[in-house]
């Protein structure tokens, strides 16, 4: 019996297969035929493409040189009044046009040599007379997305493969493909992936700040400088920077915690300072206090403490103040129980953001008893129940293992930057993260405030760099959002590392 490879336990006899004349006629027509057949499959495939040659050609034979410069020039014309006048639609013409293009010139010449090299077609044997000849089977490209940055296919899998395969084969295909990166992400529809071959970082240069203050209206009380007092702000989307597609990356205050990995030099301070510089306008409208704990003796944050409520350096103040915030917490939930399920700041009951520039001070490197005691207390009780009453925390850490960041599960979103290690990936995002294509190991060390972001009920992480604030903008926005005075307002005193109250505002 034939085993299903074809080899057959005894050996075939040679035979000698009869000759047939076929005339030269036949000959030509099934070549014609053939031909013809590829044209209308060409035609098919791409009717757009066809159809501009075909045009091209009409106005060249009936007007010549003249009359297809003169309508070349009038497309010209009509695509920047179209691009001005209504920008989105242009813009998605231009992406789908560029796709086709991309599909024809680059993937359908090499999609079927890249797919067997890979080992992701898929061969079936199959029976001619007395022997067993292989057919090929290929994975389809269903839809092609392209822009400036990258290319998206839409592929169809095969029968029996998964996207874990595909996962494997991404450096095998990014080398196919002459791409700088490749990212394999399942799609909403069973049996079918995304392959994202990105060819120019957009996230190469640094990311200036978002503008926050529209231009005063002069007609709602505003003092005149300028800027627009009562800009409104987006707690659910606040801007901090860009996303690998162009877009403003937009990072959830309201209703979440945000946990921040990445190694010394990855940028933790851009998405840390980027986060209170979007939430400046809220902090000068009443809507949001900071309380800020800076362990590392004040070196990071420090710069910026005309914006904060509280702010704490050493362990005992920091203590005191997650103390302060757990009772805040448990305030709010009992008048709230039954009233709302999430809290809605205002100017009395504005959202207090607890934000910790290094986590592992307060967890791990703590030797007093006592105040680890506490410590150990504060946190969990946080991040389990604050988001609800208006008490979220933005905590930074370079180490995500367990055993320094017990309950780093609780934070619902989570960015991880430039890690040492690869097995860091998933301890910061999530199990299987890394295999759809959050590398973030291999971020290279001159692009700090690159990195992944995922959040709860969203599949796949995405690539963002967090925008570069320098001294001089920190020093303007600590100036320009300062909360507003409410009789006594407390300021940080270097000599002491306790509170003062000052009637008269923040002091200079």
Same mark, same amino acid.
């Given at each position: 019996?034939?085993?299903?490879?074809?080899?057959?336990?005894?050996?075939?006899?040679?035979?000698?297969?009869?000759?047939?004349?076929?005339?030269?006629?036949?000959?030509?027509?099934? !070549?014609?035929?053939?031909?013809?057949?590829?044209?209308?499959?060409?035609?098919?495939?791409?009717?757009?493409?066809?159809?501009?040659?075909?045009?091209?050609?009409?106005?060249?034979?009936?007007?010549?040189?003249?009359?297809?410069?003169?309508?070349?020039?009038?497309?010209?014309?009509?695509?920047?009044?179209?691009?001005?006048?209504?920008?989105?639609?242009?813009?998605? !013409?231009?992406?789908?046009?560029?796709?086709?293009?991309?599909?024809?010139?680059?993937?359908?010449?090499?999609?079927?040599?890249?797919?067997?090299?890979?080992?992701?077609?898929?061969?079936?044997?199959?029976?001619?007379?007395?022997?067993?000849?292989?057919?090929?089977?290929?994975? *389809?490209?269903? $839809?092609?997305?392209?822009?400036?940055?990258?290319?998206?296919?839409?592929?169809?899998?095969?029968?029996?493969?998964?996207?874990?395969?595909?996962?494997?084969?991404?450096?095998?295909?990014?080398? =196919?493909?002459?791409?700088?990166?490749?990212?394999?992400?399942?799609?909403?529809?069973?049996? @079918?992936?995304?392959?994202?071959?990105?060819? *120019?970082?957009?996230?190469?240069?640094?990311?200036?700040?978002?503008?926050?203050?529209?231009?005063?209206?002069?007609?709602?009380?505003?003092?005149?400088?300028?800027?627009?007092?009562?800009?409104?702000?987006?707690?659910?989307?606040?801007?901090? +920077?860009?996303?690998?597609?162009?877009?403003?990356?937009?990072?959830?205050?309201?209703?979440?915690?945000?946990?921040?990995?990445?190694?010394?030099?990855?940028?933790?301070?851009?998405?840390?300072?980027?986060?209170?510089?979007?939430?400046?306008?809220?902090?000068?409208?009443?809507?949001?206090?900071?309380?800020?704990?800076?362990?590392?003796?004040?070196?990071?944050?420090?710069?910026?403490?005309?914006?904060?409520?509280?702010?704490?350096?050493?362990?005992?103040?920091?203590?005191?103040?997650?103390?302060? &915030?757990?009772?805040?917490?448990?305030?709010?939930?009992?008048?709230?129980? +039954?009233?709302?399920?999430?809290?809605?700041?205002?100017?009395?009951?504005?959202?207090?953001?607890?934000?910790?520039?290094?986590?592992?001070?307060?967890?791990? @490197?703590?030797?007093?008893?006592?105040?680890? *005691?506490?410590?150990?207390?504060?946190?969990?009780?946080?991040?389990?129940?604050?988001? =609800?009453? +208006?008490?979220?925390?933005?905590? &930074?850490?370079?180490?995500?293992?367990?055993?320094?960041?017990?309950?780093?599960?609780?934070?619902?979103?989570?960015?991880?930057?430039?890690?040492?290690? &690869?097995? $860091?990936?998933?301890?910061?995002?999530?199990?299987?993260?890394?295999?759809?294509?959050?590398?973030?190991?291999?971020?290279?060390?001159?692009?700090?405030?690159?990195?992944?972001?995922?959040?709860?009920?969203?599949?796949?992480?995405?690539?963002?760099?967090?925008?570069?604030?320098?001294?001089?903008?920190?020093?303007?926005?600590?100036?320009?959002?300062?909360?507003?005075?409410? +009789?006594?307002?407390?300021?940080?005193?270097?000599?002491?590392?306790?509170?003062?109250?000052?009637?008269?505002?923040? &002091?200079?």
């Amino acid at each position: 019996m034939a085993r299903i490879n074809g080899s057959r336990p005894f050996p075939e006899i040679p035979t000698r297969h009869p000759k047939v004349d076929v005339p030269l006629w036949v000959v030509l027509v099934g !070549l014609a035929g053939r031909i013809c057949a590829r044209l209308v499959l060409f035609v098919l495939r791409h009717p757009v493409l066809v159809g501009l040659l075909l045009t091209v050609a009409m106005i060249r034979d009936r007007w010549g040189l003249a009359g297809l410069g003169l309508v070349l020039l009038a497309v010209v014309v009509l695509a920047v009044g179209w691009r001005l006048a209504h920008r989105r639609s242009f813009a998605w !013409l231009a992406r789908w046009l560029r796709g086709r293009l991309r599909l024809l010139i680059v993937y359908r010449w090499r999609w079927r040599p890249v797919m067997v090299h890979t080992g992701l077609a898929i061969r079936i044997p199959v029976s001619n007379g007395d022997r067993v000849a292989f057919a090929e089977t290929f994975p *389809r490209i269903r $839809q092609v997305r392209s822009d400036r940055w990258a290319d998206r296919l839409r592929v169809e899998l095969l029968y029996g493969q998964t996207p874990q395969q595909w996962a494997e084969q991404a450096e095998a295909l990014r080398q =196919a493909f002459r791409a700088q990166a490749c990212r394999v992400r399942p799609d909403t529809r069973v049996g @079918y992936i995304w392959l994202d071959f990105t060819h *120019r970082d957009p996230l190469a240069d640094l990311v200036p700040p978002a503008d926050l203050d529209g231009p005063d209206a002069d007609d709602d009380g505003g003092d005149g400088d300028g800027w627009d007092d009562d800009a409104p702000v987006d707690l659910a989307g606040i801007p901090v +920077g860009r996303r690998e597609d162009g877009q403003l990356w937009r990072l959830p205050v309201r209703g979440a915690h945000v946990l921040v990995a990445g190694a010394t030099g990855a940028g933790k301070g851009s998405v840390l300072w980027s986060t209170i510089r979007g939430l400046g306008p809220a902090v000068r409208a009443g809507l949001v206090e900071l309380w800020v704990a800076d362990p590392k003796g004040g070196m990071e944050l420090a710069f910026g403490r005309g914006m904060f409520t509280r702010f704490a350096t050493d362990t005992a103040g920091i203590a005191d103040l997650l103390d302060d &915030a757990v009772s805040v917490m448990r305030e709010r939930a009992g008048r709230l129980r +039954g009233v709302t399920r999430l809290h809605t700041p205002t100017v009395d009951e504005p959202l207090i953001v607890v934000i910790v520039d290094e986590l592992a001070a307060l967890t791990a @490197y703590v030797t007093d008893r006592e105040l680890k *005691r506490r410590l150990s207390a504060s946190l969990p009780l946080l991040l389990s129940q604050g988001r =609800a009453p +208006g008490v979220v925390m933005i905590g &930074a850490v370079q180490d995500p293992r367990k055993e320094v960041l017990p309950f780093r599960d609780l934070f619902p979103v989570r960015v991880a930057l430039r890690l040492t290690e &690869a097995d $860091q990936v998933d301890l910061v995002l999530g199990d299987g993260t890394r295999d759809r294509g959050a590398r973030a190991e291999e971020i290279p060390e001159g692009l700090p405030g690159v990195g992944y972001v995922l959040a709860d009920g969203q599949a796949d992480p995405v690539r963002v760099r967090a925008a570069w604030i320098d001294d001089a903008e920190i020093s303007r926005m600590a100036h320009r959002y300062q909360p507003p005075v409410t +009789g006594a307002t407390f300021d940080f005193d270097d000599r002491d590392g306790g509170w003062t109250p000052d009637i008269n505002g923040w &002091a200079a």
